[in-house]
């Protein structure tokens, strides 16, 4: 039986680590073009194709029963790894624009704080990390290599994106209802530490995660401001 993840633990920052060495070679081999840029992408791609399918083998390989959050890919993460290999394989502006914010405003947070149960050398632990920094990977490959920009003016796509996270928010709160889960952590924090724990009972957090959720978006598209963007389809 594996040991416990506890955050912020030697395998917890050896994760990021690895993860953090591999995204950038990934970023750099990208930006080589030819040859080693088809190879990221595919590898990229391939990782975000499979990060469902592959979780769900992981968590075949762990005793005891499977809770529903395990099961189905209805975790904002989950559909972040969608877009992101949607974004690389049909090179649609819409799919980017969402891996972009999701992936470096959502995503790093799940680094940052993992809501992965058991330790290293589980499987679900391992698939854990490797969908996550494949959706960072991604988020960050699409500016850098593959040369995508926000709306213009640069507030609009963090608008859109912002109106997207609402309409998953209904989503999970009436799946979570339904089914007595607890997708995107609407209903309740997840076990492990978050920042949610710090912002006021529910169902106030959610408008302090949705507050906080349009200030990231908004910062990450200051670094395009002033700069040619895309009109986007």
């Not at 040859?35 to 005891?64: D, E, H, V």
């Not at 993460?77 to 799919?95: E, K, M, V």
């Amino acid at each position: 039986m594996p040991q416990p993840f506890h955050p912020f633990s030697t395998q917890h920052f050896t994760a990021v680590a690895i993860g953090g060495v591999i995204t950038t070679i990934l970023l750099l081999a990208g930006k080589r073009g030819g040859k080693p840029r088809l190879i990221s992408t595919g590898i990229l791609a391939f990782l975000c194709l499979a990060a469902y399918p592959l979780s769900q083998a992981a968590w075949m390989t762990y005793p005891g029963d499977k809770s529903l959050e395990t099961v189905l890919p209805f975790q904002l993460c989950d559909l972040a790894a969608i877009t992101g290999a949607f974004a690389l394989l049909s090179r649609r502006h819409y799919f980017a624009t969402l891996t972009y914010f999701w992936g470096l405003a959502g995503t790093i947070q799940g680094l940052l704080t993992p809501a992965v149960t058991v330790g290293f050398p589980s499987a679900p632990f391992i698939m854990f990390f490797v969908q996550h920094f494949a959706i960072v990977a991604v988020a960050l490959y699409l500016p850098i290599v593959e040369g995508w920009r926000p709306k213009v003016p640069f507030w609009r796509s963090p608008v859109e994106v912002m109106g997207c996270s609402l309409i998953y928010l209904v989503f999970a709160l009436i799946i979570n209802r339904l089914l007595g889960t607890n997708f995107g952590f609407v209903n309740h924090p997840p076990e492990n530490p978050s920042l949610i724990d710090y912002l006021g009972p529910w169902p106030w957090y959610l408008v302090w995660m949705a507050l906080i959720a349009q200030l990231a978006y908004l910062l990450l598209a200051l670094p395009f401001a002033g700069r040619k963007l895309q009109s986007g389809k």
